[in-house]
């Protein structure tokens, strides 16, 4: 029989539990041959589910039907979760409460260690720097899903126009979000404190500013189909050129999708709604004038530079016009990259220094029994459904090491590659299977950790409170949970 294996996974998001699962699921408790196992995952939020809970726009509830996956998951006596617990060299600002636990308690009391921490930082755009006029988009999602780093409401009673910088699927929600009226977001997961905001909203155009052209448009059909759709809002016609593709261009299906949505153009007749929007094509962000007065009315001005498409290399290049964008707020939302404070963190990379599901040693060699997995390892591009493919490619990674002639291990086929190994040892190699590092223990007893089954208890509460309202479910922020827990507490 193979040895006992103890596996710390730091991140709660997805890929953590799509990893967990398979593992978990391909080495079966009561079966003789899988070894003694143990998968203890540690996350800084609070609640579990990572991006599910505090990513995914309310009006799409059924994204989040994975978590029903991850819930039975949680149910296996070799799984717990350790929630409001932030792993790394130095303590968690953005979250103040979240407890502290060095890295090195991890590799002194596992054998086997998984970052799935994800891309949890913005990505900004070197011309227009943050200010009151201009916010990353995570601000936004983070403040409409009550992320525990709490993140000040944005003032939308002061704001006529909005303008998004980058045309993904993330700006195309936040753009819903402002343009519904709240009384048809009041059904889906949205906090009461949201739509008292989204109530007072003066919002009437939102901009959504692209630097290539509707082709390579980073958007779903489905994301656009919701814009058109919407019930009180109408697009600004695009002009027709734009929407000619170049001749001898073979499309794939989701671009002559998207070309037929565009010159079909939206449900509403423009200028028949109370509030508008627009895409602009080959244009980027090139400076952002403050207004000169404090007045709520004045208004930045956007320097937009102009593109074309390079037919060489498809990238933007400036043609030399520029044109000004009045406009309330700016809000860029042009990706995520890791924490540059992640242990293995690349620079050149912004993810995980990572190959094939292993973390890698700066000369490039794996590092024994250490993994990444999901957006640390691969960058913040993908859907649930390639997170989960990758996560259980890794799982088979980690099959291979700890049990390398189970039938396991052809089952999660194909195998990994060979890779080189780094002669350190970081783990321990003969860990207590059940023994926590003494920070948790700690933790723990002083109510500062959530357990998944503490989850469920905040979780069911939630959902009730939400029916009482005629939603899906009403949230909790730290101190309420942490109250709520507090008295039916009785495991140690």
């Given at each position: 029989m193979p040895p006992p294996v103890k596996l710390a996974i730091i991140g709660g998001g997805p890929s953590a539990f799509y990893v967990a699962s398979r593992l978990l699921s391909l080495l079966p408790l009561k079966d003789p041959m899988s070894p003694p196992l143990r998968v203890h995952m540690y996350d800084r939020l609070w609640a579990p589910h990572g991006l599910v809970r505090y990513g995914v726009a309310p009006d799409h509830p059924e994204v989040k039907n994975c978590?029903?996956?991850?819930?039975?998951?949680?149910?296996?006596?070799?799984?717990?979760?350790?929630?409001?617990?932030?792993?790394?060299?130095?303590?968690?600002?953005?979250?103040?409460?979240?407890?502290?636990?060095?890295?090195?308690?991890?590799?002194?009391?596992?054998?086997?260690?998984?970052?799935?921490?994800?891309?949890?930082?913005?990505?900004?755009?070197?011309?227009?720097?943050?200010?009151?006029?201009?916010?990353?988009?995570?601000?936004?999602?983070?403040?409409?899903?009550?992320?525990?780093?709490?993140?000040?409401?944005?003032?939308?009673?002061?704001?006529?126009?909005?303008?998004?910088?980058?045309?993904?699927?993330?700006?195309?929600?936040?753009?819903?979000?402002?343009?519904?009226?709240?009384?048809?977001?009041?059904?889906?997961?949205?906090?009461?404190?949201?739509?008292?905001?989204?109530?007072?909203?003066?919002?009437?155009?939102?901009?959504?500013?692209?630097?290539?052209?509707?082709?390579?448009?980073a958007f779903t059909t489905k994301e656009l189909r919701e814009m058109i759709n919407l019930p009180e809002a109408s697009m600004v016609p695009i002009e027709p050129t734009l929407l000619t593709p170049p001749s001898g261009v073979a499309l794939t299906r989701q671009q002559r999708r998207t070309l037929e949505l565009l010159q079909k153009g939206s449900k509403n007749r423009p200028g028949s709604t109370p509030k508008s929007w627009s895409l602009h094509f080959y244009r980027s962000p090139a400076s952002l004038t403050l207004p000169s007065s404090a007045s709520a009315l004045d208004m930045a001005n956007l320097t937009l530079s102009h593109t074309r498409l390079d037919p060489a290399t498809h990238r933007a290049v400036p043609t030399g016009e520029t044109s000004t964008l009045p406009t309330s707020l700016v809000v860029?939302?042009?990706?995520?990259?890791?924490?540059?404070?992640?242990?293995?963190?690349?620079?050149?990379?912004?993810?995980?220094?990572?190959?094939?599901?292993?973390?890698?040693?700066?000369?490039?060699?794996?590092?024994?029994?250490?993994?990444?997995?999901?957006?640390?390892?691969?960058?913040?591009?993908?859907?649930?459904?390639?997170?989960?493919?990758?996560?259980?490619?890794?799982?088979?990674?980690?099959?291979?090491?700890?049990a390398p002639?189970?039938?396991?291990?052809?089952?999660?086929?194909?195998?990994?590659?060979?890779?080189?190994?780094?002669?350190?040892?970081?783990?321990?190699?003969?860990p207590d299977l059940d023994a926590l590092p003494s920070e948790i223990v700690h933790g723990i007893k002083d109510g500062m950790v959530i357990q998944y089954d503490d989850w469920k208890v905040i979780d069911a509460e939630e959902v009730r409170r939400g029916g009482a309202l005629g939603k899906e479910r009403e949230r909790m922020g730290w101190d309420e949970a942490l109250s709520f827990i507090a008295l039916p507490r009785t495991r140690p």
């Open positions: 978590t029903n996956k991850f819930d039975a998951t949680a149910t296996d006596p070799r799984f717990r979760f350790f929630g409001n617990v932030n792993v790394g060299s130095t303590p968690l600002h953005s979250i103040p409460h979240a407890l502290h636990l060095p890295l090195t308690s991890i590799l002194d009391n596992y054998s086997h260690l998984l970052f799935a921490t994800g891309c949890t930082m913005p990505t900004l755009h070197p011309a227009i720097p943050p200010s009151v006029y201009c916010i990353p988009a995570l601000s936004l999602v983070h403040w409409y899903t009550q992320h525990p780093s709490q993140p000040p409401p944005p003032a939308l009673d002061k704001i006529t126009h909005l303008t998004l910088i980058g045309q993904g699927n993330v700006s195309l929600d936040i753009a819903r979000i402002l343009l519904t009226s709240p009384s048809v977001l009041r059904q889906y997961d949205v906090p009461e404190h949201v739509l008292e905001v989204l109530s007072r909203s003066t919002v009437k155009h939102v901009s959504i500013v692209g630097r290539r052209g509707p082709l390579e448009a860029t939302s042009l990706g995520f990259h890791a924490d540059p404070e992640t242990t293995f963190f690349d620079p050149t990379l912004r993810h995980l220094r990572s190959s094939a599901g292993r973390i890698t040693s700066s000369d490039g060699l794996a590092l024994k029994n250490i993994y990444a997995s999901g957006w640390a390892a691969n960058g913040a591009k993908g859907v649930l459904a390639s997170t989960m493919i990758d996560a259980y490619a890794v799982a088979g990674t980690i099959l291979s090491d700890i002639s189970s039938e396991a291990v052809t089952a999660s086929a194909p195998p990994p590659p060979e890779m080189e190994m780094a002669p350190d040892e970081l783990l321990n190699c003969r």
